[in-house]
């Protein structure tokens, strides 16, 4: 295993990954991922064709989001419109309750935090996403878990995981060779998994005109730490591209939202994997809540079981421990972005352009 840190890390803040291996695990054992409430950070509640005149009401840890739209440009407030503007009650929205905004990507982003520090440098980079959004409904879906955000991405960064729990969607285990490359900066964690001949994807097999019995793989999960949301690329030779983004809006500490976007515009239009491949979204993530929501709530009661890992999971690991560095800056009042998470990240991810 490889680790190389993103150079645009390298300030002089140090980094949040302890080099002692004991210091390392004393961190990864100490996650109680309900505990971590970060800040100053952009959320993409709802997909933009969701927002219309009439408002939606999504929450990020029980904080509610009114999102409509007036003359064409989506907003956000504490309180339903119709009921007046009467006045901020937390210190997250400005003196009329209403919070920052963006859109862009194909959603609208709330800012959850200190309304002064909202910027939008601060809304992640999505390569893969158009800018403006547009993609066809069927590319878009919403799914829910009874989870915590942050294990549900500790769970998708695992992508071992998939070849057990959704090997009759994505292919089984058995390959030549994997290897596993963990990135990261203090905003963002980045997993590349690149195997040789694995079996083939069954619905690529199936809907993706793909005949042999093995493809070259090359996964790659990235996830932006403060807004809970993963890129999650793939690349399959022979085969399709998959350009899935995976939102894990936390609307309450042990409830999470995903509003997902799976960009198959690059496959054939004859190709039914093209319309498949974003419903698989539905049944995957069925598998893994049969997993997370069990787990999810053992952390919220002490108990004498330990909380195992393998040195393998180096990328769960990790991330545990750079949401915990944020965690703890935040706890001393620093809410600055070290690292610009808005930096084109193609070349992180392996990217190839259209
Ligand atoms: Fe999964």
Known sequence: MLDVTHPSSSDDH???????????AAKVNAWVPHDIVLKDAWFPLAHSFAV???PVRRAVYSQPYFLWREHGVALASEFHPAAGLIGAKSTFSDAAGRYPVIEKYGYVWGWFGNPANAAPEHVPSLPYL??????????LGTVR???????SLENLIDLTHADFLHADVVGDEIMDKETVEVFHDSETITMVRTCVNKSVAPIMK?????????QQVRQVIRIYLRSHAAI?????????????????????RDRTRLDYAMNTTNVKKTNLFRY???????KVSRQDSTMTSPQSPRYMHPEKRKDLHSPLDEAG??????????????????YAYRDNVSADCSDIIGYQKP
């Open 276 to 282: 498949l491949m974003p419903k698989a979204s539905y």
């Open 206 to 214: 199936w809907f993706g005109g793909v005949k042999s019995d093995v």
């Open 145 to 151: 878990f009874d989870c915590t955000a942050p294990l």
């Open 232 to 252: 999650a690329y793939g690349r399959f030779s022979p085969g399709d591209n998959v350009q899935l983004f995976h939102p894990c809006v936390p609307e309450t």
């Open 130 to 139: 158009p800018e403006e959004g547009g993609l066809p409904l069927h590319m």
């Open 52 to 54: 219309t005149a009439k």
């Open 317 to 334: 690991q990790k991330y545990r421990v750079l949401m915990l560095a944020l965690a703890e800056r935040q706890a001393r009042g620093d």
């Open 14 to 24: 140090g980094d949040a990954i302890p080099s002692d291996p004991r210091e390392f």
